[in-house]
Structure formats: C-alpha cells, structure tokens
C-alpha cells in the first residue's frame, strides 16, 4: 500500500488539519470532527447539515461555505460520523429558524442522523432529515435498506442551500430538498478497487478486463460485473438503468463524477457520451459538473447523476455559491 499518509489511525486528523490551514474561510474542529463555516451561524437562516465517512472528498466539507452547507461531519474512513459529532455540529450553526440535515441512504448515517435529530430537538432546536437515495443500481446493498444516497447529495446541497440563503423557512428548504432528490438518479461503475488505509489492501479484486457495473461508493458490489467496453457502451449501461427509472426529456442537470482515480480526459471524454445518449432521449443538458464530487479514495471509474431540472431548480442552481469545492457567482 503506497499512500501520502502519516498512519492509518491519524489520516483523518491530519487531514481536518490541512483543511484548516488552507481554508481559513471553514472553522474546523479536528478532535470532534467537525467543519463549520467561520464566523458562526446566521440568525434567523436555516442551517444545512451532512455528513459521512471521511474518503469521499470533497463531500461534505468541501461543500461548506456560502450557498450550500453550514456544518460536515467526516467520519473514519467509509465509516458513518456518530451522532454526538452531528449533535454538535447541528448545535454550532442553529441560527434559530431550524436544521436541515442531509442523509445519505446508509443504515449508519441514518441512524445516527436520527439520533443527533432527537437529542438536538430535547435541546429545543428544530431538526428536519431529507434522506437521498438516488442511486438506481440496487435495491438493498451491504450497507443500506433500500436505494444507496450517491451523487445527488451534491445536488441536493446545492440547491436547498441556495434557497436558504434566500430565507426561506425550515419546511421550504426540506420541501425543495424532498423534490431534488426525487428528480435525481445515479449509477457508477469501477474499473478498479480502492485500498482502505486501516486494511491495507484492494476492497476487492478486478480482472485487469473486467469492471463492476453499479458499484457502491465503498466498494460495494453493484448489480454485475462485466468485461470492459468503450467508454460509450458504459455511458450506455449507467444511463439505460437511469431512464428505465426516470424519464430523462427536457432540461437536464448532469453530473459526471469521478471516483478518485480517474483523470479528467477520460471524465470528459464520458461526458461527451453521456450528452449524446441524453439528447438522443430528447435530454438538453443545460447544466453540468465534471470532476471528482463524491470520491471513493483511488478508485478508477465515474458515476453520472441526472435531475430534471425546473426553471425554479434552475434559478437555485445558478445561484451563487462560495466552497473550497463548488464555487461561482461572487
């Protein structure tokens, strides 16, 4: 195992300590594993929560700041934050008119989510949960009942974040949150596994022509594992399983996401087809992201999200936004 690590056991710290030094605009409490905005919370605007395994950068820290989250919870490394982490971060940025928080669909997350939720309302602060289960590959995995929560977390906290930046109340921005996520789903592929530093070897084993369609942001196994194909008949079989379950007409924000260990030419050379299968379904993808969003440490691969945007959606979407990760219209 080959990693720019100090120890398995300090990778997260240290890593919330880089965080701190180079974005002074985050306040990052490394002990507790917390990242809020600096300068604290806002009165009267409803703050935005999430949080997860740490492995996944940027989700969630690189997504706080302006526009979009007030507070992330990393965890260990593919490991759910627990709930005293998400209490605290949800007590940080109450600025008194409510927490939403962001939950991806693994049974850890939303158990200690809910947990946080009902310790934070004995406490007198009104906590709403919007659980993202966008991913369409399997119903029930290794980690989750029911549908996993994949790329349109980021979606999901772009766009109810700019709404509460527009003071708008605790049930609007859950209600938009709610409709973002129902508009969106997510399938990924791996052409590789990642190496766990605690485990210090491949999660699991690929044939040098093989790859594994529907994977799981932690490695876990999709719905079949097939031989590779180019890059156009992959597109294909992401999005065949997103329009089985969604129409995919009209305006179109599309996500092309890397996996950690996927450069750009080929993330862009994906979504290139991506774009053709969707305008051949009657898609116009007016708006887009390609990169790495919500990574699974090295692994090679891409995932791609699609929501049907509404011009509402639309307008929210364009709407400025200040993260280390995500940044425009300021």
């Known amino acids: 195992m080959k990693k720019l690590i100090n120890s398995p056991e300090t ?43 740490s492995g996944h950068e940027p989700l969630h820290g690189g997504f706080v700041g302006y526009g979009m989250l007030d507070a992330a919870c990393p965890g260990e ?12 971060a949800t007590k940080a940025v109450n ?37 993202i289960n966008d991913d369409v590959a399997v119903q029930d995995s290794l980690y989750t009942a029911g549908r996993r929560g994949t790329g349109a977390t980021v979606f999901v906290e772009k766009i109810a974040g700019a709404l509460a930046e527009d003071g708008a109340d605790l049930a609007a921005v859950a209600a ?22 605690a485990a210090g070897k491949p999660t699991f084993e690929l044939g040098e022509a093989e790859v594994e369609l529907g994977i799981g942001i932690h490695g876990e196994p999709g719905r079949a594992r097939a031989g590779l194909t180019p890059a156009r008949e992959l597109a294909a079989v992401a999005l065949d399983a997103v329009a089985a379950d969604m129409p995919v007409g009209g305006d179109l924000l599309v996500m092309v996401n890397g996996m950690g260990g ?12 991506v774009r053709k299968y969707l305008e051949a379904q009657g898609g116009n993808v007016v708006r887009n992201l390609v990169g790495n969003y919500i990574t699974s440490l090295e692994m090679q691969g891409f995932s791609v999200t699609v929501c049907r945007l509404t011009d509402a959606l639309t307008r929210l979407w364009d709407a400025p936004v200040d993260t280390p990760a995500l940044r425009w219209g300021r």
């Open 176 to 197: 938009v949150a709610r409709e973002v996520n129902q508009r969106s789903r997510s399938f990924g592929v791996a052409l590789s596994s990642c190496i766990v530093p």
């Open 262 to 273: 996927t450069p750009l030419i080929e993330l862009y050379l994906m979504f290139n087809e």
């Open 95 to 131: 600025g008194g008119a409510g927490v939403l928080h962001i939950v991806k669909n693994y049974t850890g997350d939303v158990l200690n989510f809910q947990m946080a939720a009902e310790m934070a309302e004995d406490d007198g602060i009104e906590v709403i949960p919007v659980v």
């Open 11 to 53: 990778v997260v710290t240290d890593a919330l300590e880089g965080v701190a030094a180079a974005h002074p605009s985050l306040s990052v409490d490394a002990e507790n594993k917390v990242i809020t905005r600096a300068g604290g919370p806002r009165p009267g605007k409803v703050a935005l929560v999430s949080g997860g395994g």
């Open 77 to 88: 490394v593919f490991t759910s934050p627990v709930p005293d982490q998400m209490l605290l």
